[in-house]
């Protein structure tokens, strides 16, 4: 079975028959530590890597301290400013190094991902519950990530997950994760010929960040702590549903569709 947009909604196929309906739930995934993970065993800290480099072509080799910074739940490019106006360098120098960095990070994460695509780890359950998403006929899929378009789509090529989603709302050229759920909104209109509102609206994250980005948007979110946030620091965010992991695929599933008839 396979479902495609058009701008009357999905085509559905079964038994001969064709049907057309439009989805009724939009489901946005974060990436990092939603999704999956990465090894810092085979990569610590690649944009501390990229940033360092950076600095040694320009002639002014220094030590960019990381070591109190945590990323998630941030875009890119909010990061490399995060971290670098941290170390001392000014916002201006900074946006006019972005576009290198940005250039040299993408790079970077496709040499890596190419040379070992064991870099990247699928979080527990996420497969299942994609895979059933993408077969409910009801249900459209896209990213809601702070990665740039390119680098997400790196991550998810080793496990084959690009298929699953069509569009998304990607970090490239913000530093706020709240300009995001809009975002991925327009995307999910322009893709489905369909505009999602409130509960309809599904954003799945590990981070309180992921929890807040949709709040003015009236959406359900569901919080999954699988990278560094507990559960007891995510339920503190009051999200609609919180779970250890992604595991228990029918509980998933019943939280994604609940009230959807």
């Given at each position: 079975?396979?479902?495609?947009?058009?701008?009357?909604?999905?085509?559905?196929?079964?038994?001969?028959?064709?049907?057309?309906?439009?989805?009724?739930?939009?489901?946005?995934?974060?990436?990092?530590?939603?999704?999956?993970?990465?090894?810092?065993?085979?990569?610590?800290?690649?944009m501390k890597e990229v940033m360092e480099q950076v600095f040694v072509e320009?002639?002014?080799?220094?030590?960019?301290?990381?070591?109190?910074?945590?990323?998630?739940?941030?875009?890119?490019?909010?990061?490399?400013?995060?971290?670098?106006?941290?170390?001392?360098?000014?916002?201006?120098?900074?946006?006019?190094?972005?576009?290198?960095?940005?250039?040299?990070?993408?790079?970077?994460?496709?040499?890596?991902?190419?040379?070992?695509?064991?870099?990247?780890?699928?979080?527990?359950?996420?497969?299942?519950?994609?895979?059933?998403?993408?077969?409910?006929?009801?249900?459209?899929?896209?990213?809601?990530?702070?990665?740039?378009?390119?680098?997400?789509?790196?991550?998810?090529?080793?496990?084959?997950?690009?298929?699953?989603?069509?569009?998304?709302?990607?970090?490239?050229?913000?530093?706020?994760?709240?300009?995001?759920?809009?975002?991925?909104?327009?995307?999910?209109?322009?893709?489905?010929?369909?505009?999602?509102?409130?509960?309809?609206?599904?954003?799945?994250?590990?981070?309180?960040?992921?929890?807040?980005?949709?709040?003015?948007?009236?959406?359900?979110?569901?919080?999954?702590?699988?990278?560094?946030?507990?559960?007891?620091?995510?339920?503190?965010?009051?999200?609609?549903?919180?779970?250890?992991?992604?595991?228990?695929?029918?509980?998933?599933?019943?939280?994604?569709?609940?009230?959807?008839?």
């Amino acid at each position: 079975m396979r479902y495609c947009g058009l701008e009357e909604g999905f085509e559905r196929v079964r038994t001969g028959y064709l049907v057309l309906m439009k989805p009724s739930r939009l489901v946005l995934f974060d990436i990092d530590g939603t999704i999956l993970g990465t090894s810092r065993t085979i990569w610590p800290d690649p944009m501390k890597e990229v940033m360092e480099q950076v600095f040694v072509e320009m002639g002014d080799p220094r030590i960019i301290d990381t070591s109190q910074y945590r990323q998630g739940g941030k875009t890119d490019p909010q990061i490399f400013y995060d971290i670098l106006m941290l170390n001392g360098i000014s916002e201006e120098k900074v946006t006019s190094l972005m576009p290198k960095l940005q250039k040299d990070y993408l790079q970077a994460l496709r040499d890596k991902v190419t040379e070992r695509p064991d870099y990247i780890i699928l979080k527990p359950g996420v497969e299942a519950v994609i895979q059933r998403l993408h077969e409910h006929p009801e249900v459209l899929m896209g990213l809601l990530t702070g990665n740039f378009e390119e680098g997400a789509r790196l991550k998810l090529q080793p496990h084959n997950l690009n298929q699953y989603f069509p569009f998304g709302a990607f970090g490239d050229g913000t530093r706020q994760r709240s300009d995001l759920p809009q975002r991925g909104l327009d995307a999910a209109a322009k893709y489905a010929g369909h505009r999602f509102s409130n509960k309809e609206i599904v954003i799945i994250g590990d981070t309180p960040n992921d929890i807040h980005c949709g709040r003015h948007l009236n959406v359900r979110v569901l919080a999954v702590a699988t990278s560094h946030y507990s559960l007891d620091v995510l339920k503190a965010e009051n999200p609609d549903y919180v779970f250890r992991d992604l595991t228990d695929t029918d509980k998933v599933i019943d939280a994604v569709l609940e009230h959807l008839g």
